[in-house]
C-alpha cells in the first residue's frame, strides 16, 4: 500500500548494542456532527466524516492490503508500534524491542491492554496471529511480510517456529537471516494481535472486527458494503493515540468529484484526494483549510508479462520505448499543476536512502526518436496492430492523466492507445489478481512502513500478492535478499540500488510520478487536521468544532 516525508531518519541496527525504539505520537484530522464514547480528551464529541472506498477484502488485518481497507483497520488496532505524522515509529504496546545480532529480538509487551471484548493482549495475542497470517492456506495477501521469519514455507502450511512465547508479556522473533529493518516494519497491520474469537469465525470477524485500537465499530451494522462504516471511540483505549473526537463515519465515494462538491458544501469534513478537476481551485476553495505535502506514494503502469508482445527480448524493447514515450513532465505540469513530480525510480524521495541518480534512470526522460526506434525493433520480432489499453478505476480521479499519458504513447510512437475505465477500485483490482486483463494497467503503491524495500519487495519480488505484472527475476530476488540481510538500513540500500537499476533495464512497472497528498477540509466544521507521511489524515487529532 502503498509514503513518507523529507527527513525521515532510517531505523539502524547497532551491531552488538541493544535497540530499543522510541518515538512520539502524531497529529490528525476529520470533524462532523454527533456525539461518541471517547476519552481522548475534554472535547472527545463529533463525529469526523471522511471519505473512503469499499474495502476489496473482509476486514481482517493481515489480507487487508489497499489503503480504503487500511485507513479503517489503522483506526481499529494497535500494534507493537504505530507511525507519526513523520514516519517515526511510536511504542504502542511494544516496551521494548531488542537484538544483538538482527537476527533474534526479544519483544516485551505493556501489560493491561484488553481488546474490545474485555480479552486481555499477551504475547500469544501478537504469535498466534502472525502464525495464522503467514499460513499458505489462508491465503492472506499480507503472508510475505513473515516470509523471514524461521519456519515460514510458502509452499505449504508450516509453523513458524521462529516465534517462541517466554512470558504473557514477552516473545522472541527469530528470523531465517538479518533484517535491519525488521523493527521498522512492526508498525504495520499485518503485526497486530489478533483476539481468540477471530480463530472461532474468521468470517464473522472480517465482518465485524474486534480490535483495541482507538476505534472500534458502532455495533455489529456499522459496515454497510458500498456505502460506508462508522466508528466511535474505544473509551477504554491505553495508547498514544487518543481521540479528541467522538468518531468516524467513512463514505465510500465512487467518484472524486461528489466527494469534493460535499466538502465544499460542509457535509463532509475531511477529503485526502482532490481531484484532478480541482487542482487550479482547491486552494481558492479552501484558503485556510488545505494541504499540498509529499508522501511516500509511487505511481506507475504496467504491462502483464502474461500478456502477448510483452514478453521476452520484444516486451523488453516495447517497454523501454512505452516508457521513452510518456512526456513525464508536461503531464505533471499541465494535468496535476504542482501535485506531482515526475518520477526517476521506483520508490520516493521522502523516504530515507533515495537518490536520483540511478544508473539507467534516464529511461525515465522523454525521447521520440529513441522510442520510436525501439518500438520500429520490436515490430521486426512481431508486428504489434493491437490497441494499447491502460485500464484504470473511474472512481480513482485517473481519467485526465490516463488520457494525456495514452496520447502521449499514441503520438509518440503512432500506434493507437486509449484508457480502459473500470467502474470501481475493487473491480480494478479483481482483474490484476485474477490475471485477467487484456492491456496494461495503472499501478501504484503507498508505503506500509517507511523502507525502500517496501517499495521493492511487495510489488515486484517473486511470490508477492501485489506482484501483478508477474515479474519474476532471480537476479533482482537475490539482490532484495542482500538488501535485506545488510548490517544496517544503509547498508541495504546499496543493495536495493542496484535491484532498481535492475528494474530500469527490464521495466516491470514503467515509473511515472511520485504523488503529493492533496487534501481540504471544512474549517467550519474541524480544526487541528494533518496528514501524515503516508497520506493518510491523522483523524484521532482532529477536533469537531460546529
Not at 492472506?140 to 502450511?157: C, L, P, R, T, V
Amino acid at each position: 500500500m502503498i509514503k513518507k516525508r523529507a527527513g525521515l531518519t532510517a531505523l539502524a541496527v547497532l551491531g552488538a548494542t541493544a535497540i530499543a525504539l522510541t518515538g512520539c505520537s502524531g497529529n490528525g484530522g476529520g470533524s462532523g456532527s454527533g456525539s461518541g464514547s471517547g476519552s481522548g480528551s475534554a472535547n472527545a464529541v463529533g463525529i469526523v466524516t471522511t471519505n473512503g472506498s469499499e474495502p476489496q477484502n473482509p476486514l481482517i488485518p493481515s489480507n487487508t492490503t489497499e489503503t480504503g481497507g487500511g485507513k479503517i483497520i489503522t483506526s481499529l488496532f494497535d500494534g507493537l508500534f504505530t507511525y507519526d505524522a513523520d514516519g517515526k515509529p511510536v511504542k504502542e504496546l511494544a516496551k521494548n524491542v531488542e537484538t544483538t545480532d538482527s537476527k533474534t529480538f526479544d519483544i516485551t509487551i505493556n501489560s493491561g491492554w484488553k481488546f474490545t471484548n474485555g480479552e486481555a493482549i499477551t504475547a500469544e495475542s501478537f504469535t498466534k496471529a502472525w502464525n495464522w497470517a503467514a499460513q499458505k492456506s489462508n491465503a492472506q495477501g499480507a503472508s510475505y511480510f513473515f516470509e523471514n521469519i524461521e519456519g515460514y514455507d510458502a509452499d505449504k502450511d508450516s509453523e513458524l517456529t521462529g516465534l517462541k512465547v517466554k512470558s504473557d508479556d514477552e516473545f522472541t522473533v527469530t528470523l531465517k537471516s538479518a533484517q535491519s529493518d525488521f523493527p521498522l516494519s512492526l508498525g504495520y497491520n499485518a503485526f497486530v494481535p489478533l483476539p481468540s474469537v477471530f480463530y472461532k469465525d474468521t468470517k464473522a470477524f472480517g465482518e465485524n472486527p474486534i480490535g483495541n485500537g482507538p476505534y472500534k465499530l458502532d455495533g455489529k451494522s456499522a459496515w454497510t458494503h458500498n456505502q460506508d462504516i462508522k466508528l466511535v471511540t474505544n473509551k477504554d483505549y491505553q495508547g498514544k493515540r487518543k481521540p479528541k473526537n467522538g468518531g468516524l463515519t467513512i463514505t465510500f465515494y465512487t467518484s472524486q468529484d461528489t466527494a469534493y462538491s460535499d466538502a465544499q458544501g460542509g457535509n463532509l469534513d475531511v477529503l485526502d484526494a482532490v481531484p484532478d478537476a480541482a487542482f487550479s481551485t482547491y486552494k481558492s476553495d479552501f484558503p485556510d483549510s488545505n494541504v499540498n505535502q509529499a508522501a511516500a506514494i509511487f505511481q506507475a503502469i504496467y504491462l502483464p508479462y502474461y500478456l502477448d508482445h510483452w514478453k521476452g527480448e520484444e516486451g523488453k524493447l516495447r517497454r523501454e520505448a512505452v516508457s521513452l514515450s510518456i512526456n513525464r513532465k508536461q503531464i505533471t505540469n499541465k494535468i496535476f499543476q504542482g501535485t506531482r513530480t515526475p518520477a526517476k525510480d521506483f520508490t520516493s524521495p521522502v523516504i530515507d536512502g533515495w537518490t536520483a541518480d540511478l544508473k539507467g534512470s534516464d529511461v525515465l526522460d522523454y525521447n521520440k526518436s529513441e522510442a520510436k526506434k525501439l518500438w520500429k525493433q520490436a515490430d521486426d520480432i512481431s508486428p504489434y496492430n493491437d490497441t494499447l489499453t491502460i485500464a484504470y478505476n473511474a472512481d480513482g480521479g485517473h481519467e485526465a492523466w490516463v488520457t494525456a499519458v495514452t496520447n502521449s504513447i499514441s503520438s509518440t510512437l503512432g500506434i493507437k492507445a486509449e484508457g480502459k475505465a473500470l467502474p470501481t477500485f475493487a473491480e480494478a483490482l479483481a482483474l490484476q489478481t485474477d490475471d485477467k486483463l487484456t492491456g496494461g494497467s495503472r499501478t501504484g503503491w503507498q508505503a506500509d512502513y517507511p523502507s525502500l524495500y517496501n517499495f521493492l519487495g511487495p510489488t515486484m519480488g517473486k511470490g508477492s500478492s501485489n506482484n501483478y505484472s508477474r515479474y519474476d527475476s532471480s537476479e533482482y530476488n537475490e539482490l532484495l535478499a542482500k538488501g535485506r540481510s545488510a548490517s544496517s538500513v544503509e547498508e541495504g540500500n546499496k543493495f536495493f540500488d542496484q535491484a532498481q537499476e535492475l528494474l530500469l533495464k527490464d521495466l516491470p512497472e514503467i515509473p511515472l510520478w511520485y504523488s503529493n497528498v492533496t487534501g481540504v477540509w471544512s474549517a467550519d466544521n474541524v480544526k487541528n487536521v494533518k496528514f501524515g507521511w503516508d497520506s493518510v489524515p491523522l483523524y484521532y487529532d482532529v477536533e469537531v468544532t460546529k
